[in-house]
């Protein structure tokens, strides 16, 4: 059942198809372009996240195309955007995602203390360019990531989370949390931790993603951190990490207020929000505490898989 689930999500539902994952900066972005029999022309328009229009409508045949020639503002993109193919100005098909891989954003952290000085952390206070020095006055463009638009899909012991990825907001992080659901890394784990309440009674996570169970467990890799401009509400999804920012790997929570979390916004990776499942969450979060210092369950819920399945079309605002 699992390899069928996998397959499934491999299966294109977007009429552009792009031809590398990867495009270097002084490539072509070569697409091909497959229209609904009967249709010889279409137009591809190029979408924020709100779904506001960045560029005017290019018109655009079956076949082959350099998605720059056809858009040149994605030359100049500073976050991912998606790409929406468009009949007769309604939207056809998953977008695709056509994200800038600039030069990274580095954290500049300062050691902080709470708890009256009892407890020191790292915490964040600025963001600095790698790239900019004495040579470089902005950040540096190396090219473009380019692939189908996909949501998660959590499908847990009480019920299905349909989580929409962020890739303008946390584009590494999405991406990371893409490739590892896709791999099947999260088949039959479970939610280790789950704190319904902070000290000052105020909802806060719900903790999974790890593959041990333990709470000790990763991906074998340090994800680096990004700064995420996602507020941590209900429903956010955010990457777990310890001490050091750059320690994330596979471990994620669900958020379950905004009040209990808006403490996170700038310190941890938001990279998606939940569109379907709010009730799943909190059903979760509702789950009997067995030790209340580490927040673990004493049945612990399942998370059966998470897939990754095509996005809805992208109706551009008008």
Not at 153 to 182: M, Q
Not at 203 to 216: A, E, H, K, L
Not at 292 to 306: A, D, Q, Y
């Given at each position: 059942m699992f390899e069928l689930l996998i397959a499934h999500c491999l299966v294109s539902t977007s009429p552009i198809t792009p031809d590398h994952l990867y495009n270097g900066v002084n490539r072509s972005v070569m697409v091909q372009v497959d229209l609904p029999e009967?249709?010889?022309?279409?137009?591809?328009v190029l979408l924020d996240e709100n779904n506001n229009v960045l560029?005017?409508?290019?018109?655009?045949?079956?076949?082959q195309h350099d998605l720059l020639r056809r858009i040149p503002k994605i030359n100049s993109l500073q976050n991912a955007a998606w790409a929406q193919?468009?009949?007769?100005?309604?939207?056809?098909?998953?977008?695709?995602?056509?994200?800038?891989?600039?030069?990274?954003?580095?954290?500049?952290?300062?050691?902080?203390?709470?708890?009256?000085?009892?407890?020191?952390?790292?915490?964040?206070?600025?963001?600095?360019?790698?790239?900019i020095d004495d040579e470089f006055e902005e950040s540096i463009l190396n090219g473009w990531r380019v692939y189908e638009c996909k949501d998660a899909i959590i499908?847990?012991?009480?019920?299905?989370?349909?989580?929409?990825?962020?890739?303008?907001?946390?584009?590494?992080?999405?991406?990371?949390?893409?490739e590892l659901a896709d791999g099947g890394f999260y088949y039959n784990t479970i939610f280790h931790r789950i704190v319904p309440l902070t000290n000052k009674g105020l909802p806060f996570v719900i903790q999974g993603g790890d593959p041990t169970g333990t709470g000790s467990g990763s991906s074998g890799w340090w994800l680096p951190i990004e700064p995420?401009?996602?507020?941590?509400?209900?429903?956010?999804?955010?990457?777990?990490?310890?001490?050091?920012?750059?320690?994330?790997?596979?471990?994620?929570?669900?958020?379950?207020s905004r009040s209990?979390?808006?403490?996170?916004?700038?310190?941890?990776?938001?990279?998606?929000?939940?569109?379907?499942?709010?009730?799943?969450?909190?059903?979760?979060?509702a789950s009997p505490i067995a030790d209340p210092k580490?927040?673990?369950p004493k049945n612990p819920?399942?998370?059966?898989?998470?897939?990754?399945v095509p996005s809805a079309p992208r109706y551009p605002s008008r």
């Amino acid at each position: 059942m699992f390899e069928l689930l996998i397959a499934h999500c491999l299966v294109s539902t977007s009429p552009i198809t792009p031809d590398h994952l990867y495009n270097g900066v002084n490539r072509s972005v070569m697409v091909q372009v497959d229209l609904p029999e009967g249709e010889d022309i279409a137009h591809v328009v190029l979408l924020d996240e709100n779904n506001n229009v960045l560029s005017k409508p290019a018109a655009i045949t079956e076949g082959q195309h350099d998605l720059l020639r056809r858009i040149p503002k994605i030359n100049s993109l500073q976050n991912a955007a998606w790409a929406q193919l468009l009949i007769d100005e309604k939207p056809i098909g998953s977008p695709i995602v056509v994200e800038p891989l600039r030069s990274r954003l580095v954290p500049v952290v300062e050691e902080s203390s709470k708890d009256g000085g009892k407890t020191s952390y790292t915490k964040i206070v600025d963001w600095k360019d790698e790239a900019i020095d004495d040579e470089f006055e902005e950040s540096i463009l190396n090219g473009w990531r380019v692939y189908e638009c996909k949501d998660a899909i959590i499908e847990t012991s009480e019920g299905e989370i349909h989580i929409k990825l962020r890739p303008d907001t946390a584009p590494n992080t999405a991406w990371n949390f893409r490739e590892l659901a896709d791999g099947g890394f999260y088949y039959n784990t479970i939610f280790h931790r789950i704190v319904p309440l902070t000290n000052k009674g105020l909802p806060f996570v719900i903790q999974g993603g790890d593959p041990t169970g333990t709470g000790s467990g990763s991906s074998g890799w340090w994800l680096p951190i990004e700064p995420s401009s996602l507020e941590h509400n209900f429903g956010v999804i955010s990457m777990a990490r310890a001490s050091d920012p750059d320690s994330a790997g596979c471990q994620f929570f669900i958020c379950l207020s905004r009040s209990g979390t808006a403490r996170l916004d700038g310190q941890y990776c938001a990279f998606g929000e939940t569109v379907l499942g709010g009730d799943i969450i909190k059903t979760i979060a509702a789950s009997p505490i067995a030790d209340p210092k580490t927040g673990r369950p004493k049945n612990p819920p399942k998370i059966h898989n998470i897939k990754m399945v095509p996005s809805a079309p992208r109706y551009p605002s008008r």
